[in-house]
């Protein structure tokens, strides 16, 4: 038996499941604030994209664990290479967003910031764990900008797009939603569309993360197989065909 995957249905299938998601949480907000829809049976909460503990937490937390699988498997290919520490603390740096995205650990640094801020009015800076996850996103980058600028260029590219997205939500769209809510409140069909989008540009950074993980996984490791033996037959083996389809999106 053999099931091949191709990058490009690994991508847009993750796309499509996201889209699901992210329109349901639409759909469920309009319903809500113009419509005046009561989520009688929570299937507004379980879809909504804003919100924890829910099915698009979950699917945001596998796509997380997703990259860390492919991060691992190229900082093991990599091991003992230049670089190798580079694939090394991505891979620690994948494990706490799962973490985060989890357990919301950021959310307990809003309230200390405020206090160091100082002030009654926060502006961009309402949600104040940016302020910290700014600092650390500068540092990452200032430690990791020798090894991207020795990826090959459409890597390179691959990644930093990935990066922009996801940073683009949770740090930008988050400042800017923060300080809308600041000035309007929070009960409002616009936060709610804002940081719709915000978990929407989370997902894509995500899902194109995935992708360029696949495609480097691809050049440098053309198959991956993984083999079992039931209790009766043959052994089976899967083979992902990561690179079946490089000129795929």
């Given amino acids: 038996m053999e099931l091949t995957i191709t990058i490009r249905k690994l991508t847009w299938g993750l796309s499509a499941v996201a889209a699901v998601f992210l329109g349901a949480s639409v759909l469920g907000q309009v319903g809500h604030f113009v419509w005046g829809w009561t989520d009688v049976w929570q299937v507004a909460r379980m879809t909504d994209v804003g919100i924890e503990q829910n099915l698009p937490t979950y699917f945001s937390l596998l796509l997380i664990l997703g990259n860390v699988v492919l991060l691992s498997l190229i900082a093991r290919f990599r091991h003992g290479q230049r670089d190798a520490w580079c694939w090394k603390v991505l891979v620690v740096g994948f494990l706490y967003l799962a973490f985060d995205e989890g357990f919301h650990v950021h959310e307990n640094w809003v309230h200390p910031m405020r206090q160091m801020l100082g002030g009654d009015q926060f502006g961009l800076f309402y949600f104040a764990w940016v302020v910290p996850g700014l600092l650390i996103t500068l540092m990452v980058g200032i430690t990791l900008t020798g090894f991207l600028w020795r990826l090959p260029l459409a890597h390179r590219i691959r990644f930093l797009v990935s990066a922009m997205l996801f940073l683009g939500g949770c740090l930008g769209m988050e400042m800017l939603a923060g300080r809308y809510l600041e000035a309007h409140g929070a009960v409002n069909l616009a936060v ?58």
């Fill in 192 to 249: 709610h569309l804002m940081s719709d989008l915000e978990e929407a540009l989370e997902m894509a950074g995500m899902i194109f993360f995935m992708n360029a993980l696949c495609r480097y996984l691809a050049e440098f490791v053309p198959d991956i197989r993984v083999g079992w033996r039931e209790r009766a037959g043959p052994p089976t083996t899967i083979a992902q065909s990561l690179g079946s389809s490089r000129s795929s999106p």
